[in-house]
């Protein structure tokens, strides 16, 4: 599973290149809490913010605690 930032997710909207459109249907892409508020947060219009969560609902979302991040943070590479 691919965690995928804000930005990536603009750019594969705005410019699918065939090598990212390939990642994209091959792995399995999640999301979330602060990635779809930004780009819920960048929608122009209430039918943009439909659009865009009806695009993100496609993708994983991971329901990330707290404790979580602690443990992200904490991993020693």
């Known amino acids: 599973m691919i965690l995928v930032d804000t930005n990536i997710i ?4 705005k410019n699918p290149e065939s090598k990212i ?3 994209f249907i091959q792995e399995d892409i999640a999301t979330c809490g602060i990635i779809l508020a930004e780009l819920i947060h960048g929608a122009k219009s209430e039918k943009e913010s439909a659009i865009i969560q009806e695009a993100l609902s496609a993708f994983n979302y991971l329901d990330i605690r707290k404790n979580d991040w602690v443990g992200i943070g904490s991993l020693i590479n």
């Open 21 to 23: 459109c390939d990642i």
């Open 10 to 13: 603009i750019d594969f909207w």
